[in-house]
């Protein structure tokens, strides 16, 4: 069966940067794009960007250019997402989203869990 | 960015009623080389990440219940849930994927009358 894993909750202070990990397994890993989408304290969803975990190519949404960078680890069967520059308005579930094929354009079928990111001085 | 509009925010419905949820999208997410709309819903309950319920506008996910039901194309597209059932009170999403960046409306919080 698909599951995703994600690395714990995070505490960080402004300015840092953080990384969060998904470990894939019950499918080729290569076979599905993965999405990042966050979700603020009672807000909703905001995608954040994609990457083929084949070839590590990927694509951001303008509002994050510079700050994030997605990376795949194949022999490990794991994306990461790692944000930099962090400031209080950051803090939020971050989730990764298998895309339902090798696409940009597919929905994702499966999540993860969620990591919880709380950005305080 | 396409922005995607959802209405209404909120509904409350009896239990066994029909709730219906609008998505529209300010340009086309209909993919013309294979006549597919790039447009997904997602259910999110509590404390859980998103949930795929349909996706190409109206194609149900496997094990999704057929009262939830997708329709529309181009801009304009609607969630059925045909007979409300306790288990279904959450916060609804659509989400294009026709483009980057892969925006989602604002959600529409579904609850019991």
């Known amino acids: 069966q698909v599951q995703l894993v994600q690395s714990g909750a995070e505490v960080k202070k402004p300015g840092a940067s953080v990384k969060v990990s998904c470990k894939a397994s019950g499918y080729t890993f290569t076979s599905n794009y993965m999405h990042w989408v966050r979700q603020a304290p009672g807000q909703g969803l905001e995608w954040m960007g994609i990457?083929?975990?084949?070839?590590?190519?990927?694509s951001y949404a303008q509002k994050f250019q510079g700050r994030v960078t997605l990376t795949s680890d194949t022999s490990a069967s794991t994306v990461s997402m790692d944000l930099s520059s962090l400031t209080s308005e950051d803090t939020a579930v971050y989730y990764c989203?298998?895309?339902?094929?090798?696409?940009?354009?597919?929905?994702?079928?499966?999540w993860g869990p969620g990591t919880l990111v709380t950005v305080s001085s | 960015d396409i922005v995607m509009t959802q209405s209404p925010d909120s509904l409350a419905v009896s239990l066994g009623e029909r709730a219906t949820i609008n998505c529209k999208s300010s340009?086309?997410?209909?993919?013309?080389?294979?006549?597919?709309?790039?447009l997904a819903w997602y259910q999110q309950k509590p404390g859980q990440p998103p949930r795929l319920l349909i996706y190409?506008?109206?194609t149900r996910e496997s094990g999704v219940p057929d009262r939830f039901s997708g329709s529309g194309s181009g801009t304009d597209f609607t969630l059925t849930i045909s007979g409300l059932q306790a288990e279904d009170v959450a916060v609804y999403y659509c989400?294009?994927?026709?483009?980057?960046?892969?925006?989602f409306g604002q959600g529409t919080k579904v609850e019991i009358k």
């Open positions: 989203g298998r895309a339902r094929g090798s696409s940009w354009f597919e929905a994702a079928d499966f």
């Open positions: 340009q086309s997410v209909l993919y013309s080389s294979n006549n597919k709309n790039d």
């Open positions: 989400q294009q994927s026709y483009t980057t960046p892969h925006t």
């Open positions: 990457i083929n975990p084949s070839v590590g190519s990927t």
């Open positions: 190409w506008a109206s």
